[in-house]
């Protein structure tokens, strides 16, 4: 689906911060039955279907042992609860991925489905045109070579169809609409039940403070992830102090993007991998 950059100027408009309101579109009362998302080490038949369809590959940043499943409970456009959610993330994140579906689950915010991209063979566009939420998938990022955050288990998508992907013919004016059904949702000031904007306040409490739907280019309304210095670390410690750092970064999420731009990489690196405690004490009193 395309629209010129003319018709485009009409509906490429500053989000409303929804997120902020007492009156969310999608919510009418907490959801009655009890919370079930789960997270859990990946099963063998399960890693076998990863490594099958090359989801994982042995070049990933992300030892497969390393990844976890979060088993979630949502409700679909329907209202009707699901319980067979299944998103793969790096296992570091886990505890707050489940916090964030548990809220959305409480919130009543619609979800079509969450299935792992083995599934479609790790093909984005069948997931997204099926639109499918989901997490890992090693890749590049669209039209690069650097690793997505996909690849490491700490990008997730949400409701493609309600939440597009944009990338642009700039010479031409041209947007191109991934999936092309997305078209019905551009409009952004309309909001309608499955937009993202509501909830993006869920994901950034809880580390996931990067959102594409802020960028300029692409525009990524479904994606939602830590920074990038985030994943760097964590692909160096170990689960347990992974989790921990995780927590710190959730802690810190109103601040976390600019507390991070204090730091040096390398040197960080550097002092985890030579004394872990003095790293957290480091950061602690940042």
């Known amino acids: 689906m395309r629209i010129s950059s003319w018709d485009f100027a009409y509906v ?79 296992d570091a994140v886990a505890p707050r991925v489940q916090k964030i579906f548990e809220r959305l689950l409480e919130l009543k915010f619609p979800i079509a489905q969450i299935k792992s991209l083995h599934h479609y063979d790790g093909d984005d566009e069948k997931s997204m045109a099926a639109n499918n939420s989901s997490c890992f998938n090693f890749r590049p990022i669209a039209g690069g070579k650097t690793v997505s955050m996909h690849g490491y288990g700490l990008a997730i998508d949400i409701n493609p169809v309600q939440n597009p992907f944009l990338t642009f013919q700039e010479n031409d004016g041209i947007a191109n609409i991934h999936p092309p059904a997305g078209w019905q949702f551009i409009n952004r000031r309309n909001q309608k039940p499955g937009m993202i904007e509501p909830v993006i306040s869920v994901f950034a409490e809880n580390g996931f403070v990067i959102w594409g739907g802020s960028w300029t280019t692409p525009i990524d309304y479904h994606h939602v992830q830590p920074p990038r210095m985030v994943a760097d670390l964590l692909t160096i410690m170990n689960k347990e102090d992974g989790i921990r750092f995780f927590e710190f970064c959730a802690d810190r999420h109103a601040q976390l993007v600019e507390l991070l731009s204090t730091f040096d990489l390398t040197e960080l690196a550097a002092l985890y991998k030579s004394d872990s405690d003095l790293f957290f004490d480091k950061i602690s009193i940042a």
């Open 12 to 90: 490429r408009i500053a989000c409303i911060k929804l997120s902020e309101r007492n009156d969310p579109i999608f919510i009418s009362h907490p959801y009655e039955k009890p919370m079930s998302t789960t997270f859990r080490a990946l099963q063998p038949e399960l890693i076998d279907a990863l490594r099958s369809t090359q989801i994982w590959q042995q070049n990933c940043p992300v030892a497969i042992e390393r990844l976890a499943l979060v088993e979630i409970s949502y409700v679909d456009f329907d209202s009707a609860r699901h319980d067979d959610g299944e998103l793969i993330v790096f």
